[in-house]
């Protein structure tokens, strides 16, 4: 059997984020389990892989791999932004006899997802109807901050993939003014993944608590958030100034990109606060704009609720280059 056709019956995909990583087998185009693991407990990306290998494909041959990755890919290797592992394509075809292996930013892999959501996939927040045939962009907040936007095409659609979570985070109050001069002296830049993100959080959370003059316990992002839920202060100070920037950063992408076709929040965090995001600053900062604000407010914002858009985008991409192999194959055969 030829090995495109191999790679192409059973292909391994992945999204792989600095905390933690998703496999699951494309099988014929059918999607078998999503499986998770933890980044820490590997010390190399190949050593998940093969967990997941010898556990879930020990049946069948896996000759091919897509593989999405929170950080800029470059020549199919890719040095994850917040994780100390390296993805390499001809590492990984060595390692694993694989005949291809293809790497792509993680939010572009989410970004070819949103034209496949459909109302349940989304909670929706705030106003606006989507133009069709006009840009629809992606970000999420999670162990970093993605961004990415999908560009529909009368012939073919294109993704715009971008490290637009590193932009630099304005602030948009004195308040906030205070907030980034303090983040300011500890990290010299600071983007908006520093405010708007799981370490964001924490961020935000030591920056008022070092303002305010308040004394409150080292949390993480999740006991930040737990926190806030349960009515702390402090914590819900923070969880707030995080919507509300979330709202600021999410509007500057729609004017970037044009996003008339909606923006979608993606990512781990967002979906667990979809009510608490709705009732938050997160829309009113969104349309925020100045002049813009009638031009934001017709733009439709929603969280993505579907526990697998990124790997419905990498199916996309796995039956694209399918499609691409059968097209060269039947032009090869009639000349």
């Known amino acids: 059997m030829p090995a495109n056709s ?26 078998g389990p999503i499986k998770w693991f933890t980044v820490a407990d590997f010390p190399r990306f190949t050593d998940a ?24 890919v470059a020549n199919d290797r890719c040095m994850l932004t917040n994780s100390a592992w390296t993805i390499d394509a001809s590492e990984l075809c060595a390692a694993f006899s694989f005949a291809k292996v293809h790497i792509l930013n993680d939010f572009e892999a989410t970004a070819l ?15 606006g109807k989507a133009v069709l045939g006009t840009p629809m962009a992606v970000l999420g907040p999670g162990s970093g901050l993605g961004v990415a936007c999908f560009v529909p095409g009368s012939q073919s659609s294109i993704v715009i993939a971008s490290e637009g979570g590193h932009a630099t985070m304005a602030a948009t109050s004195d308040r906030e003014d205070a907030i980034i001069d303090y983040l300011r002296r ?3 830049h600071v983007s908006a993944e520093r405010v708007v993100s799981g ?13 305010d003059g308040i004394e409150a316990p080292k949390r993480n992002a999740a006991e930040i958030t737990n926190a806030a839920l349960d009515g702390c202060q402090v914590a819900r100070a923070a969880l707030d100034l995080f919507c509300a920037m979330l709202g600021t950063f999410a509007g500057n992408v729609a004017l ?26 997160f829309r009113a900062r969104f349309e925020h704009k100045g002049r813009f604000r009638q031009y934001l407010a017709s733009i439709p914002s929603s969280i993505i609720v579907h526990p697998a858009a990124t790997f419905m985008g990498l199916r996309s991409i796995a039956e694209r280059e399918d499609t691409t192999i059968s097209i060269d194959r039947t032009h090869a055969e009639r000349h």
Do not use: K
């Open 199 to 211: 370490s964001g959080l924490e961020n935000l959370y030591s920056a008022v608590i070092a303002i």
């Open 256 to 281: 970037m990109f044009g996003a008339r076709g909606g923006v979608f929040i993606a990512g781990g965090i967002a979906p667990r606060l979809t009510e608490y995001i709705a009732r938050s600053e």
């Open 6 to 31: 191999a790679s192409r019956r059973h292909r391994l995909l992945g999204d792989i984020g600095a905390t933690n990583v998703r496999f699951a087998l494309l099988s014929n185009g059918v999607l």
């Open 49 to 72: 892989v093969t967990a997941f290998l010898d556990c879930h494909c020990r049946h069948v041959s896996v000759r091919g791999a897509l593989l999405a990755v929170a950080g800029p």
């Open 186 to 188: 500890q990290f010299s």
């Open 113 to 127: 997802s949103l034209p496949l959501l459909t109302a349940a996939d989304l909670y929706p927040v705030g106003g």
